[in-house]
């Protein structure tokens, strides 16, 4: 591991030190907060009575389904956008403030439209994660240099030869970052939508156990939450530098 | 000419598809457009309605200005000191992926019901992209600039104000109308949990109670609000980057 | 000698115009007979249409009017046989340097064995050995566009089209990267294309040059030279080198400086 990594290691290892002290030593109140050897305990209990894997089973299906339909949807409308100009110009003004607007208030309306069930939740984070990855898309083959291209067709390569060798490799780093917003936004509105309105998943399960005083399991759930986000992201940062490294100028 | 034309498209194209949905999903779920602009403008001449924005409206104040001052100074800090940077880019980006709204249990025992809890939901929203525009901004800025201004015999400040600043102000300005979008989603879920006042309490109070008339009102005024906000700070940062 | 007979692809009353608002007459008229294993250089301005004569020839742009053949056939699209290296850098930086010189052979489909033995006397041609599982971001400028050329000859195409190739590197290598290039036309026997703006360069190398005019570039001079086909960099040194450049600088002397906005 780099030096950079073992400094972040050390600094969380740390905070996490920290702040079970200042918990074991009640500064920071029982109620406030639980020390972080008991929520990793708690949520070692929960996992171990399997209580709450049909939450998590809901949670990965609709974080799963909305990422997927988002990368596909985002990839395909980005292609269509940039290959015409006037569409772009005409939605880049959506595309730009699209972030500005809340998706989750929609979910009374999305599940009007879908029926209760995981599908208006997907919807949601179909609906937060899909412009990152139309812009990325973009962004990504406005950056495919044409001295590639003009290679390409004196390899006499066909189109798809082209799209698969020339292309879409040339616009893997910006496709990249799409995949790592477009995660982070789809988790974010699926959880916030559970949290928020919804009868089951990891958000819904934090919501109730708050409501019904169950401050141990909501910290334990809320601890879950941490490591997916950090797992996750951690992974597509680790899988995008061993493809990208070589190829830093 | 062609492009009003395709902005007018795009505009019927919205009003279209909202017509679509309310025929479809009917008026249990949303209003249509015209009846919606109707109590939208109803509701912008009844007093209650801005004692709700005027909350939502202060509290967004606090935030975005501790949003941008701590976001930009510590963006400063972390792009001039090349290894913290590094290490804590990381981290920013995996926080910056937290569902922040499920903290929010957390923020009312520290905070407590009422305006700052609403406060600190904006920051926790908003400060992060901030940070990492500022930084890598800072973390960019060409070396050969630096080399100009000692060829120049600049003085510190004479180098701050007149090379390092124009160099990472566009991109500031790129966070800051990031920030700003956030921040203010951060102050609507804040009140919708933390809050008995504001633009978002009404939200969740309209979903709550059926009210889908005013729902559908309050949310169009909202997004209206945050665009036309966004529209500007995209029009700023347009000329920022020339 | 006729015309016809030994020549390996023809340029007729060839322009191109680049469309627009304020459309761009960027070529010709031009008219070229570039003979079977030929080495024809061409010089001329910047932004006279060197590139986009090559673009013609190559078929990855159409011309405007006139008529193109290679081989004696119409050119309509990319034919087979033609290799470009280009002005920019082209190496795809995914692939090392090794992946890139196999790049053309992997897709026609060529036998593993055949693939190594020819990619492997590429890379050691163009002096690329130590580098071959190197990545184009570890190379220098210089070096990315030995692995174009690398790519290209592994090909063994029949006509070879450089764009100022060796643009980018110090006189020194440049004139010993012509050696190898001379080396390279030897023993391939092609016809090669060279475009270039080093006088120098064009002298030392072709049989003959053609001097284009500032933009739309038409051909104002072609100088035939009388090299032995075992020439080398070291043909700097003779008088009639001298004499070569000399001529070339006295077609062109006008021309540039229309090009930079000084009357002629
Ligand atoms: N795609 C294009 N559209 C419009 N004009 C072009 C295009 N490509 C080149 N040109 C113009 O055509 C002229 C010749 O270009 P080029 O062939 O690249 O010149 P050279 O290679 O000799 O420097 C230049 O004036 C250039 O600006
Ligand atoms: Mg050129």
Redesign the pocket.
């Known amino acids: 591991m780099t030096r950079e990594g073992w400094t972040r290691l050390g600094l969380v290892a740390a905070g996490i030190a920290a702040l079970e002290a200042l918990c074991r030593t009640k500064v920071i109140k029982p109620l406030t907060l639980v020390p972080p050897s008991r929520m990793v305990h708690d949520l070692a209990g929960l996992l171990i009575a399997g209580d709450i894997f049909d939450d998590i089973g809901q949670t990965a299906i609709e974080v799963g389904g909305a990422f997927f339909l988002a990368i596909v949807l985002g990839v395909l409308m980005g292609a269509a956008i940039q290959a015409t100009p006037r569409l772009r110009r005409a939605v880049a003004p959506v595309l730009a403030s699209w972030y500005a607007v809340p998706s989750f208030v929609f979910y009374p309306l999305l599940v009007a439209l879908f029926g209760l069930s995981t599908s208006p939740l997907i919807a949601i984070g179909v609906l937060s994660a899909t412009p990152a990855m139309v812009v990325a898309t973009i962004g990504g083959l406005d950056r495919v240099p044409r001295v590639l291209l003009r290679a390409a067709r004196i390899h006499r390569l066909t189109a798809a030869q082209t799209l698969w060798l020339i292309t879409l490799p040339s616009a893997l780093p910006s496709l990249f970052t799409g995949l790592k917003l477009s995660f982070a936004y789809a988790f974010i509105g699926v959880i916030a939508g559970e949290f928020i309105l919804s009868g089951g998943g990891i958000g819904y399960g934090i919501a109730y156990a708050y409501e019904s005083f169950e401050t141990p399991k909501m910290y334990a759930l809320m601890l879950l939450v941490l490591i997916v986000a950090v797992g996750v992201n951690g992974a597509l940062h680790a899988w995008e530098g061993r493809l990208l490294q070589r190829r830093q100028r | 000419m062609t492009r009003l034309f395709d902005s007018l498209a795009i505009v019927a194209g919205i009003l279209l598809l909202w017509t679509g949905v309310f025929e479809y999903a009917g008026d249990s779920a949303i209003t249509g457009p015209l009846q919606t602009f109707r109590f939208a403008a109803n509701l912008l001449g009844r007093a209650d309605f801005w004692q709700h924005a005027q909350a939502t409206l202060s509290a967004f104040g606090y935030a975005l200005a501790i949003s941008a001052v701590a976001g930009i100074a510590l963006g400063l800090i972390l792009g001039l000191h090349r290894f913290s940077g590094d290490v804590a880019e990381p981290m920013l980006a995996s926080l910056y992926t937290i569902p922040k709204v499920t903290l929010y249990p957390l923020m009312l025992l520290v905070f407590g019901l009422g305006v700052s809890a609403k406060v600190a939901f904006g920051v926790i929203h908003g400060m992060i992209p901030v940070i990492l525009f500022t930084l890598s901004a800072v973390k960019n800025i060409p070396q050969v600039l630096l080399r100009t201004a000692k060829a120049l015999h600049l003085t510190p400040m004479q180098t701050a104000t007149h090379l390092l600043a124009p160099a990472v102000l566009p991109e500031i300005i790129s966070g800051l109308r990031i920030g700003f979008a956030l921040t203010f989603l951060g102050v609507l879920i804040g009140e919708m949990f933390a809050s008995q006042r504001g633009l978002g309490f009404l939200i969740i109070n309209g979903i709550n109670s059926h009210d889908v008339k005013r729902t559908t009102a309050v949310i169009l005024i909202v997004i209206t609000a945050s665009v036309a906000a966004n529209g500007a700070l995209l029009a700023l940062d347009r000329r920022a980057h020339h | 000698m006729t015309a016809e007979a030994g020549a390996h692809a023809t340029l007729r009353a060839v322009t191109r115009t680049?469309p627009?608002a304020r459309p761009?007459h960027?070529?010709g008229p031009i008219d070229l007979d570039l003979m079977r294993g030929e080495f024809f250089s061409v010089v001329?301005?910047?932004?006279?249409?060197?590139?986009?004569?090559l673009?013609v020839l190559a078929g990855l742009s159409e011309p405007t009017s006139g008529e193109i053949t290679f081989e004696g056939k119409p050119v309509r699209g990319v034919p087979d046989g033609i290799g470009v290296v280009f002005?920019e850098d082209a190496s795809f930086p995914w692939l090392s340097v090794r992946d890139n010189v196999a790049f053309g052979l992997r897709r026609m489909g060529t036998d593993p064995a055949e693939i190594t033995r020819r990619v492997d006397y590429a890379i050691g041609f163009m002096g690329l050995k130590d580098f071959a599982h190197s990545y184009p971001a570890q190379l220098s400028g210089g070096m990315r566009q030995r692995v174009c050329i690398a790519r290209t000859l592994v090909l063994q195409p029949r006509l070879i089209l450089l764009?100022?190739p060796f643009g980018a590197l110090d006189q020194q290598t440049r004139l010993l990267m012509g050696d190898e290039l001379l080396r390279l036309w030897r023993e391939t026997s092609a016809t090669v294309l060279l475009?270039t703006h080093a006088l120098d360069e064009a002298a030392m190398l072709s049989d003959r040059v053609g001097v284009?005019s500032a933009?739309p570039?038409v051909f104002i001079d072609l100088v035939q030279t009388n090299w032995p086909r075992d020439r080398d960099s070291r043909i700097v040194a003779e008088a009639e080198f001298g004499a070569v450049t000399g001529r070339l600088w006295g077609s062109l002397r006008a021309e540039s400086m229309k090009a930079i906005g000084r009357a002629g």
């Open positions: 680049y627009g761009v960027a070529l001329g301005p910047s932004g006279c249409g060197k590139s986009t004569l673009d002005q764009d100022e475009i284009m933009r570039g």
